[in-house]
């Protein structure tokens, strides 16, 4: 398998190689550049898979068990507290990622203490997340990593410790595919089903992991009935049936029956369907440059071909001429047109994000608002802030959710015009929700000191949210999913008051103050956020404007080259014989390449069981 | 103690109501006010969906009364009462109750709703003759958390203070699988007013407690552990009076075990030991593995009444020779499951609280009836009295504005919640004497015990709310000494 997968890998480079040579005899620098940029992306070939789940649902046991190695950190009380990332080594290694407001360190940890650090109840998991601890990646020789797997372990959602874990799950738009894990011991909750449709809009590949099922009698039923729940959701997985316990059993008495029961086999099978699917877009690709440089290339050659085959040269270059001329007219209207449609279809999007954006922050401000008029701010204000900004973080991740979606449309449409091959499509590369805004916006509290304790909390608060440290997006996606209407959650985190009418004065004035730091709060994530997004949009349209220039003027410098080889081939020194012999030979390698790039991009890998 | 004499105080200022409300608009509200005063307490048993909580209440009642399914199941509000005669009644949305035939088999999985669908059902009241109905009127719940919004909101109205009429409950059993954050939420949307749900009435049970830790044989132990840190946990803390592990199936199916399923566990722990961990490895093994004498059918049904680590349990407490017949092995997963635990806490902490947990219920209900319809001066004075002169109610307040803040008494070393009556409400109990102690003794630690809270009340750098809170347990003190 492994053989398999680096000849491929390395067959692509080589035929880069090849190409690149090709276009450096040629002197087009130009297309140098977009090979050599081809190659880096063969490179790293990491195909990330997030595990997710909710809390106590056996994510960690299903990497030891994939894996089958003690990787992650498995207890019956104790969970996950920062996301593990497990990749491919020749020998074991693990590192721990700080981050602080000044730095992001990576330093070496040893890995048998690796699971500690991730863990929750660990003390030197807390010593190292006091210190800023981020993630933990561990090294390990396995096979089924080697292809370049990346697997990630997260913690848990909804858990009591939650509200403060970090994970980036920004990063979940860039996932090659989510391992969602639910056990057998229930049927999906509503959480569980709005955290599934979220993610399927970020992510093309959901394996639904039904664990724990050597455990509970009726798990077959327990997966009917999810699989319906989530058909009437409109969310597609792919289910799998797993015991990790069983596989580990299996892999200690080394029994493949007992593997097969524990439904792992399939897992790998679907894990490695994903690896190679990454591996044929990236090849693909590699392919579709090759052929495109290949194309260019060729009509040089054929130009001084044709230029010398034929006798009536003279009019066949003022007929190439004429053509040329047409074609590159052709193209400069064209690109009039992609022109507009770029700046006319990001300006809409900006615009449509931006409403989106300010609808979805006055819907929080309405409902923080009567959670004010119905209880004390002084009362549990710590935790209506850190429900503010949640909701508020969510908010921003299903804003920007949007904002790709739109975008990959517009990129889509211009790319229309070219009539480019899909994988030629421009595509903006990161884009990341800027859920941290949320957190370091500061939320005034002034009115809340009336009670010593809140004061305090606060405080603290403030501490724990401030800095570089980045919000959990799928915690915020689950916990905006709880089947509280958000307006009543809100009112419940408010302290209901029981005052008498004598202090009913005082309320209302701390209510008052209550109101205007969270509409400042929520005018400055508009301001902030807006301005983001108002950015990122820019961003990608200089990204997609840029990427489709560079291609139009390879096009019409490879018909300028052509025209100018056509001249050279009348004028030349060297002889009629010599001149066609290298045509040959040109036109032999160029097609060779193409076959080769044909090769790449519809050979396909054989599945490993 | 005055206990007594406050729910009869609080009888009192109900009937004069009562008599004065006779034929205005308010009159069934506060008849219905004057006969909840001599009910039992009610209990609700409340939580996520799936937690387990028919299969608790079953257990508790020890008879497969509520139904229970591997699927979402229970999806109306149930009361389950003590009554002369197996009755069930069914109260629509709209419109007059309805009484249902009693189902045969003797539980509610196959009641036919006579028509009605369960949306709008607002809820069913079950009447079984039996002693544990006795001391208090228990009410399952639809879980929270339920894909069925309508589902979940209905135990919401029921248990939160939103809800009409006020709260169904005076306590609350709230089980939890993990602490999670929709726990929290719940639990502070019911705890959040000035009355209804506090932690002195709130208990936590870490349900489903044979699964923790995927069933391995210490997985009660790591259960125990897990509740002990929910219930030091200050969030939990501010929620629930405390949290016990509870193996429902474990409880409920020693609650009612039969000779039939003995047997075949007894058949099972005679196979020769490879054949039995082979069998026991995994469910679908255990259904469908071949093994002598046993019947493939019996033991599906032995899994899911008993889960496989009951089975597993069953079987080396039969082996280790613990468990000579059908109801030994009864007593010992009932032992195991921590539901003799639970009931005990239901017994001492509730049931000895529920005449001033009634009387709160009452007091309160009156309160909200007197915002509407204001009540003539002399019984709006007989009930502030009444209301004043409640020290229990002070009590039962300071307990949880302990909780909510442990700093309000800082010389405190955990008794000032046992002075005040949290674990027991006997004074022996309260002041942390064993329950041989003398009078004599008594005597002198509520003396010494009143000394040193008094100091603290006239400690001149205490702040405000501390002298007070040192003040109600000097109060409570005296009372002991009178």
Known sequence: MAGQQEGRLAKAASTLDLTIKGATVYQREDLVRRLNAAKDMLGQPSVLVYVVGEFKQGKSSLINALLTAQVCPVDDDIATAVPTVVKYADEPAATATYVTEQETRVEKIPYEAAAGYAAEGDPRGAEARAKGLHAVQIGIQRRLLQDGLVLVDTPGVGGLGSVHTTVTVGALPQAHAVVFCSDASQELTAAEIKFLKTAQELCPTIIFALTKTDLHVEWRRILQLDLAHLARAGVTVEPIALSSELRLQAARRVDQTMNAESGFPALVAKLTEVVADSEQVTLKAVGNHVHSVVDQLEQTVRARQSALVHPERTAQLTRDIADTRERLERLKARSARWQTLLYDGLADVSSDIDHDLRIRARGVLMDAESAIDEGDPAKNFEEFASWLRQRLAGETMENYAELIRATRDVAGRVAEHFELEESAIVVPLRVEAPVAKVDSLELDTGFAVASKKGATAMAGLQKSYGGLMMFTMLTHIALLAIPLPIGLAAAALMGRSGMKDDRKRQLEQRRQKAKLAVRRYVDEFNIHVGKDSRDVIRRIQRELRDGYTERLDELLRSLSEALKEAERAVQSEQTEQQQMERIEADLKSLAMLRGQADELMTQRRVAAA | ?482
């Open chain 2, 1 to 482: 103690m005055t206990t007594s004499t406050l729910l009869a105080r609080t009888r009192q200022v109900v009937g004069d109501a009562q008599a004065l409300a006779e034929g205005t608009r308010i009159a069934p509200m506060v008849a219905a006010l004057a006969a909840r005063i001599d009910e039992p307490l009610r209990v609700a048993i409340a939580g996520r969906v799936k937690a387990g909580k028919s299969t608790l209440l079953n257990a508790l009642v020890g008879q497969d009364l509520a139904a229970t399914d591997a699927g979402e199941c229970t999806r109306i509000v149930t009361w389950f009462r003590n009554g002369p005669a197996y009755r069930v009644l069914l109260f629509p949305n709209d419109g007059p109750p309805a009484q249902l035939p009693f189902p045969e088999s003797g539980s509610l999985a196959s009641i036919d709703l006579a028509g009605h669908a369960p949306e709008v059902v607002s809820r069913m009241v079950v009447d079984w003759p039996s002693r544990r109905l006795q001391a208090m009127t228990l009410i399952d719940t639809p879980g929270i958390g339920s894909i069925n919004e309508e589902i979940s909101a209905r135990s919401r109205v029921l248990l939160t203070p939103e809800g009409p009429r006020g709260s169904g409950a005076d306590a609350v059993v709230y089980l939890m699988r993990h602490m999670h954050t929709d726990d929290v939420d719940f639990l502070e949307a019911f705890h959040d007013t000035e009355g209804q749900g506090r932690p002195v009435n709130t208990i936590g049970v870490l349900a489903r407690a044979d699964e923790v830790g995927h069933s391995r044989p210490d997985a009660l132990e790591s259960a125990a552990r897990i509740a002990d840190r929910y219930a030091a946990d200050p969030r939990v803390r501010r929620l629930c009076h405390t949290v016990v592990p509870v193996a429902g199936l474990l409880a409920s199916c020693g609650a009612t075990l039969l000779q039939s399923e003995y047997s075949v566990l007894v058949r099972l722990a005679a196979l020769p030991a490879e054949a039995r961990e082979g069998l026991l490895l995994t469910t679908d093994r255990f259904i469908s593995a071949e093994a002598g004498g046993v019947e493939p059918a019996a033991r599906l049904a032995l899994v899911r009444r008993l889960g496989l680590f009951g089975v597993r349990s069953a079987v080396e407490l039969i082996q280790a020779g613990e468990a000579a017949d059908a109801s030994a092995l009864a007593v010992h997963l009932q032992r195991l499951s921590g539901i003799t635990t639970l009931h005990e806490m239901l017994t001492t902490r509730f049931a000895a609280r529920a005449d001033v947990l009634k009387a709160r219920t009452a007091i309160q209900a009156l309160e909200s009836l007197f915002v509407g319809s204001p009540p003539p001066p002399d019984l709006r004075r007989r009930f502030d009295e009444l209301v004043a002169g409640a020290h229990e109610l002070t009590e039962l307040r300071l307990i949880d504005a302990l909780r909510e803040d442990p700093t309000l008494l800082p010389g405190d070393d955990g008794s000032a919640e046992r002075l005040l009556g949290s674990y027991g409400d006997d004074p022996r109990t309260r002041l942390g004497l064993d329950a041989t102690a003398d009078v004599v003794k008594v005597r002198e630690t509520a003396l010494s015990t009143l000394a040193r809270w008094q100091r603290e009340a006239e400690d001149p750098l205490a702040t405000r709310p501390t002298a007070t809170a040192a003040r109600i347990l000097v109060r409570t003190c005296e009372g002991m000494l009178v």
